[in-house]
């Protein structure tokens, strides 16, 4: 599979689920080699060195037959690596280092490993809506084939070992991702939300760490692993989620039962825009898209052609431009974005 193939390749994480809630479900793993300095004091000529050990491994993972192709962040353009970001396979973060790092993908993007961000190795495994067990599953199948490969740093009396003292132990960071245009028209989502920081959890937007809540969207996630056990943490977060799913549909009835026309309105409003536009935003469009998302799950608008996900991520500027196949103003996006959507909405 060329590179073009397999960056154009919709995400699995992307196929629409049956959860009207959770779009989904993330499980990453921090691991680092043991005889190397973390990431941030790592000299050049030991990054590379880093880079070029765990390429030649991941030539030879095969978990439940995928296999895991290799590309070094050198390699690729901005907007390649702007779609990698968009599609959650890497991080901003790792978007934006020169040096000696990368990813290597499973054909599906189920499979990810970041290198040299933080850590050494960032293990992810990311699955359409609510499968944080089986999440964990794949991810600690991948990580034990690569354990067998590689020396791992790893304390008796700690655990792993990383670079953020708050991952050490397990090194699990577990997340899922929640749409909740319910508690948000609803005027509920700070107080939900507020209170999860009392569970241990962090709430994020939807591109992580400093992001803003595009499109009603939050990540949920665990904020420490020492002294908790990797079932422990999922449990955890299995519950609350299902907390905030049960919160968000009492919000979607509310609505139903007491703001009937004002919630048809919104939703309507929102097809009518997506099927006529000629002109989006990022901003816009993800909006737009939730509200009509909303109408959708609620059963009051007709499904589109592609899910939610989809739509989201295929506007995102480097998406476009990476489809078109060509670098666009952002006059020239919005103008695309708006076409696609049209093309796209039922």
Known sequence: ???????????????????????????????????????????????????????????DINVDQESLQYMSLTNLTTIEQQVLIEKHLISPSLGG????????????????????????????????????????????????????????????NQGYLTACPTNVGTGLRASVMVHLPGLVMTKQVQQVLGALANLGLAIRGLYGE???????????????????????ILTHLEAVTGQILEHELQ???YLRRQMPLFLEDKVWRARGILKNARLLTSEDAMQLLSQDRLGTDMGILPKNKDSFATM?????????????????????RD???ARLIRERTT
């Not at 989201?312 to 020239?332: A, H, K, W």
Request: hydrophobic content about 35%; overall charge negative.
């Open 1 to 59: 599979m060329t590179r073009k193939e397999l960056l154009l390749q919709n995400s699995a994480w992307m196929v629409e689920s049956d959860s009207p809630v959770v779009i989904s479900s993330r499980v990453r793993l921090a691991r680092n080699l043991e005889n190397f300095p973390f990431p941030h004091v790592l000299n050049t000529e030991g990054a590379r060195q880093v880079e070029q050990t765990l390429s030649q491994v991941f030539n």
């Open 97 to 156: 280092t020169s040096g000696a790092s990368g990813v290597a993908l499973a054909k599906d993007h189920k499979y990810a490993i970041m290198v040299n961000e933080e850590d050494h190795l960032r293990i992810q495994v990311l699955l359409p809506g609510k499968q944080l067990l089986e999440s964990h599953r794949l991810a600690m199948a991948l990580d034990d084939a690569l354990e067998e490969k590689l020396d791992f740093a790893y304390r008796e």
């Open 210 to 232: 400093g992001s803003q809540a595009y499109g009603q969207m939050f990540q949920v996630s665990n904020q420490i692993t020492l002294g908790k056990s990797e079932e422990d």
């Open 251 to 253: 919000a979607r009835d």
């Open 312 to 332: 989201i991520v295929d506007t995102r500027p480097g998406c476009l431009q990476y489809i078109l196949d060509r670098e666009l103003d952002p006059s020239q």
């Open 335 to 337: 103008g695309e974005r």
